[in-house]
């Protein structure tokens, strides 16, 4: 593949100069790239073991999920958050109970429920990811903003451009 360069800025009727498209990345970049993704996952799973230990990170799931995707029935729920629906059963009665969420009549079936985050239950997701962006934040401190944008573009593009590959 290659690439039309033009000299515009010097020349405006200067021809374009065909130049090779530069090469994607070797496989031990990738390698390299799929060790990094693999640490910050296990580093993220290390976390996350903490958090159950301190307090309960299933039904932590069950709320940032209804503040993202809204109110849903329990099979949905269940079915966006890899659990079996009895599971997810027992962390909608707690969290109901703690008054976090509640239930409402299915406009779509009367005889069914969807479950919705209280006000309550929003605030505590959000006072968790405000407190989350706040010790991310610390820990960039030494970035260049340019930096944390580049990143952020480059993951959204990587998340984009692997989706499906994996069959």
Known sequence: MTTAVTSADRDPFAPAIERPAPPGPSVDQVKQLL????????????RQRQAVQHSDQGRLSVLFTLQRSGRQRPSVLAKEL????STVSRHLRQLEEEGMIARTTDADDKRAFQVELT??????????????????????????????????DLLHRFV????????
């Open 119 to 152: 006000d309550r239950g929003d605030a505590m997701v959000r006072e968790f990811w405000t407190k989350r962006v706040e010790e991310v934040h610390g820990a960039l401190g030494h970035w260049a903003a340019q930096d944390v944008t580049q990143l952020t």
């Open 35 to 46: 060790d990094a993704v693999r640490e910050m996952f296990m580093q993220a799973k290390n």
């Open 160 to 167: 984009g451009d692997i989706e499906g590959c994996f069959k």
């Open 82 to 85: 890899h659990l079996d629906l």
